[in-house]
């Protein structure tokens, strides 16, 4: 096995650990910021981090962010509420409140409130796409900013998965056994309880899902959004039996995972509801340029890329 040289890094950057959210005045939400040196204003990621919605903590993938820091982006990666605890929507609710914090101290964060986009991993990826859709939802933004803050709602500029859990519902170990039997028993027991602890149901799995609330046709924004997907990723496995779309057909939402992996081992996809006009792939640098809120969701797609 080969390790990635990744280039080297373009500026300094600082480190700082802060509150950002108190629970009852006893739980502290930190968010560890990474930001690069210089006066900016600088593109910003608050950062979602994955563990089954029940793992995991702001430190997991530092550096991860720290690379991002160190070539001009401000990473805000945030602690939230677990579903170890605290069930759905808690977590959402932080990061919602995350997003608008972040735009009430963008000039402290050396960024400006146009360029704050989210990024997550695996359920860090489907919680940051689910805060993206719904960013005026009233159970999501049910946490207020401090009296005397400037109004500021948690719409974003950009959004990045990696490998997200971006239909809980399908991921759900009874569901993910109905449809493979390559699926690994401990581990499906794992996650089922982990599932059962955030979710608490079926129907919130089905209800908190940005692909089926696409095919419900709810009306969600939809910001720019790239996902990375591994070939072949049996834990993120998306030929859902329970999505309307995939009845017949592969779905519109799905990442083309049957790919042979021997072509490319990585497939980038962006993630539209638009027509596809063509199938460019556009860096995620270009989501701080040409982003925007695309309106009422119509018929879902991705734009399928396979790396060569």
Known sequence: MTTA???AKTTEFDVEDVEYLRHGGQAVAGALCSSPRGQGPFPALVECHGGAWCMSDRTTEKLRHQYM????????????????????????????????WAKRNARELKTQPDLIGLSGQSSGGHLAMLVAMRPHDPRYAAIALSAG????????????MSWPVINPLSR??????????????????????????????????????PT?????????????AIWYQ???????????????????????????IARPAARSRWNMSTWSVRPARHRTF???????????????????????????
């Open 212 to 224: 089926l609330a696409l095919e419900r046709g709810e009306k969600v924004q939809t910001p720019p």
């Open 230 to 256: 591994a070939h072949g990723d049996i834990m993120h496995d998306y030929k859902d039996t329970e999505s309307a779309s995939t009845a017949t057909s592969p779905s519109a939402f799905a990442p083309p």
């Open 282 to 308: 556009r860096s995620a640098a270009t989501f701080w340029t040409d982003g925007g809120v695309r309106g009422e969701a119509r018929e879902g797609l991705i734009e399928r890329i396979a790396g060569e």
């Open 172 to 209: 759900y170990p009874p569901c993910q056994a109905r449809r493979t039997a390559d699926a690994c028993a401990g581990m499906a027991e794992v996650d089922h309880r982990r599932h059962d602890s955030y979710w608490r149901s079926e129907a919130n799995m089905a209800e908190g899902s």
């Open 149 to 160: 803050s400037p109004a500021h709602d948690a719409s974003v500029r950009c959004v990045i």
């Open 69 to 100: 820091a160190s070539h001009g982006i401000v990473s805000i990666a945030l602690d939230f509420r677990s579903g170890n605890e605290d069930p759905y929507p808690a977590s959402v609710q932080d990061i919602n409140y995350a997003v608008r």
């Open 5 to 7: 040289v990744l280039e």
